[in-house]
């Protein structure tokens, strides 16, 4: 039976409305709501399925960040994974944290806990990078279903359903392999008392990134981060060949 | 009490939806509001749910009466006190429910005279005693917390070189090591209901050991 490795990050909640810092460094996060990336609900959801299942005899939920990270393994371990790493990232290092140490991390936490399936969330709500997937299965050299709206073991690994452009595409892969979980994978289940008051005692351990061997040095420089573009006022005509010509005279028709 | 019985009756709900039907408990199930809470009125009510290694225990004993014929049954960690119902049914000879939080134990009382059994129960600490009353110790789902698993497994196999008979009902939690599991011999396997594993995610069976001399 297969041991998961889950991939899970600490963000704004989807709910909060996102505030951009007057000096454009980034986004208010000071005494925002934060809860788990919701893609990350889905990757836990399918990696306890798969125990469940029978498919895998461990999941492990890894997060990377400061001590509140510890909140969001605790929610993994209340929807049913049986330890959590918690690869502490903290200051001006988590600032500027970024999908390729995250990779980086998770690449070598899958080889220290002998892992043959990593499961992730597609992309993060709050920088929608999308490149933590792909990253890790590429340091790993192992085979990557990203996108996984379906995953089935078949006899050899499994058989990933996968969203793209235009339909689905289905992919064999061979074990260990990297699977991303995008939005129609699962409905991720709630954590309820009985199993949040059951996830207290579960094991976390605490590691940092230079037990790891890995550097933080940031790769990415953010220049500036900005409000999307206010929309502009609308205006109301009195008939419909005001709109046409108005169209005409605007070039969309 | 007064004030405790009206919050236990308030939000917990009769359920006979689990391994031993034959027993009537209130529980905090999926109809009552507290089951999807966060916040709970009670502190870590573990007396609130029948966790699936104590249905085990009460379910071997319902079916198997003869293994706690005649004996003095100690019932550690007792919750909502369904496994000490369990061997009053069976008409032990003896059996106290014990819990350390005083609020399981009113939780116990009022149980097991939805049963109408008579359970003793008390809130002492036997973990490191010798338990020289008893014979047999029953231990529902307490292998769920690292430290505490070790030092519990510890007195547990000082108390079987004894002779005590000493069952473990577990879903298989992480405290269960390979190493601890061989130091025991399995006695049954049951199907959790769906129910039951709603409220232990990742499980779906639950078993009964015995632990070696």
């Known amino acids: 039976m297969a041991r998961v490795l889950v991939g899970v990050k600490r963000v704004i909640d989807y709910a909060v409305k996102i505030r951009v810092k007057p000096d454009k460094s980034g986004v208010v996060t000071d005494g925002v709501k934060h809860s788990m990336n919701p893609f990350d609900e889905i990757a836990v959801e399918e990696a306890v399925r798969m125990k469940e299942k029978k498919l895998a005899s461990e999941v492990i939920a890894v997060s990377c960040g400061p001590t509140q990270a510890q909140e969001t393994l605790r929610t993994a371990l209340a929807m049913g994974a049986d330890r959590a790493i918690h690869v502490e990232v903290a200051g001006p290092e988590y600032e500027t944290l970024q999908p390729l140490h995250v990779a980086k991390i998770l690449a070598k936490l899958s080889q220290d806990e002998k892992a043959d399936i990593v499961i992730v969330g597609k992309q993060a709500i709050d920088d929608d990078s999308n490149q933590t997937a792909q990253m890790t299965a590429a340091i790993l050299d192992w085979p990557q279903g990203t996108f996984a709206s379906k995953v089935e073991k078949s006899d050899s690994g499994l058989t990933v359903t996968r969203e793209i452009d235009g339909g689905l595409e289905v992919i064999k892969t061979k074990l260990p392999a990297v699977i991303s979980a995008d939005l129609r994978l699962n409905e991720p289940r709630y954590a309820t008392l009985p199993n949040i008051m059951k996830a207290k005692k579960k094991p976390m351990k605490k590691v940092s990134a230079k037990d790891l061997g890995v550097d933080l040095a940031p790769r990415i420089k953010i220049l500036s981060v900005e409000d999307p573009p206010v929309r502009q006022a609308g205006s109301i005509v009195p008939d419909v060949d005001t709109l046409v010509a108005k169209l005409k005279e605007g070039g969309h028709v | ?213």
């Open chain 2, 1 to 213: 009490m007064q004030n405790f019985k009206a919050l236990f009756l308030q939000h917990t709900s009769l359920t006979r939806n689990h391994l031993t039907p034959e027993i009537l408990l209130r529980l905090v199930t999926p109809s009552c509001p507290l089951w999807r809470s966060k916040d709970s009125p009670f502190e870590d009510p573990f007396w609130a749910f029948y966790w699936p290694g104590g249905q085990a225990t009460a379910r071997y004993i319902l079916d198997n009466p003869l293994i706690i014929k005649d004996r003095r049954v100690l019932d550690v960690g007792s919750g909502c006190g369904a496994t000490a119902i369990a061997a009053a049914l069976r008409g032990t000879k003896r059996v106290l429910a014990n819990d350390i939080d005083p609020v399981a134990v009113m939780a116990i009382k009022m149980n097991a005279e939805l049963n109408n059994v008579e359970v003793q129960t008390d809130t002492n600490n036997y973990i490191g005693t010798n338990c020289e009353e008893f014979d047999t110790i029953l231990i529902g789902d307490m292998f769920y917390d690292e430290d505490f698993g070790n030092m519990l497994f510890t007195w547990l196999r000082e108390l079987a070189s004894k002779d005590k008979m000493i069952l473990v009902g577990d879903p298989g939690r992480h405290g269960l090591t390979k190493k601890r599991l061989s130091q025991m011999t399995l006695l049954a396997q049951y199907k959790m209901s769906a129910e039951n594993c709603e409220e232990n995610n990742g499980f779906t069976h639950t078993s009964l050991w015995r632990i070696n001399k």
